[in-house]
């Protein structure tokens, strides 16, 4: 590459990451929002997270455009390559936890008003918390192309794993005991399937992002 081409590869680099950290941002405080509106009952919240979705989907469509104009414009090779490739497929996936806190934000608004019998109803919290963590985390260790942060985020999920088992647990006991409550208790089923799921992909962009930062997969990962 020309000295010239370098630098503005450099920039269009620089803007990727950008819009990454920008989806990810926005990604992060709907996992937040979403619970929240769940916790409290917060219909206006949780519509706020369902129509911000529209703006992490619009960004994710940015990075598409770019991507796809840096490889056409700037050719780039190997470790370039791997750069833009990864910041498309990790775009993807951060868009799809937007869609999971959607999720959750949608069904906040389905679960009735005796929400606060629910124990574990204290426990999604949590669980949210360190899904939440996970994706900051793991957008951190992208920017920084850390790879030892990607490999504590892939360990983390083993956390997120064991509150779901847990809720599930707690959950079918409580429909058992309580079938008026059911159509509620499934949807709260619901929220921590969709928190689940968030873990998995902040797993999955940490594996990317791994290989990205060594140019290959952490040893447990199965990229």
Do not use: C, W
Not at 103 to 109: G, H, L, P
Not at 162 to 180: C, D, G, K, Q, T
Not at 199 to 221: I, K, L, Q, R, S
């Amino acid at each position: 590459m020309h000295e010239h081409t370098v630098k503005a590869f450099d920039e269009d680099i620089t803007r990727l990451r950008g819009l990454i950290a920008e989806m990810g941002g926005l990604a992060e405080a709907a996992i937040q929002d979403a619970l929240e509106a769940l916790v409290k009952g917060d219909d206006e919240l949780a519509k706020k997270v369902v129509k911000g979705d529209k703006k992490i989907d619009a960004l994710e469509s940015e990075v598409d455009k770019l991507a796809v104009r840096i490889i056409a414009l700037r050719a780039p090779m190997a470790d370039d390559l791997r750069e833009v490739i990864a910041a498309l497929k990790i775009a993807g996936v951060v868009e799809r936890i937007g869609d999971y806190s959607k999720n959750i934000a949608k069904a906040s608004r389905e679960i009735g008003p005796h929400r606060k019998q629910f124990e574990p109803l204290t426990l999604l919290p949590a669980m949210a918390e360190v899904a939440g963590e996970m994706v900051h985390d793991v957008l951190t260790a992208y920017a920084a192309r850390d790879a030892e942060l990607a490999r504590e985020v892939i360990a983390a999920d083993e956390k997120v794993d064991a509150f779901y088992n847990s809720i599930f647990r707690n959950l079918v006991s409580h429909m058992v005991e309580n079938p008026s409550t059911i159509s509620s208790a499934a949807q709260l089923l619901f929220v921590a399937r969709n928190l689940e799921r968030i873990g998995d992909h902040a797993t999955n962009v940490a594996e990317m992002v791994h290989f990205a930062a060594t140019g290959h997969y952490p040893p447990d990962g199965d990229g």
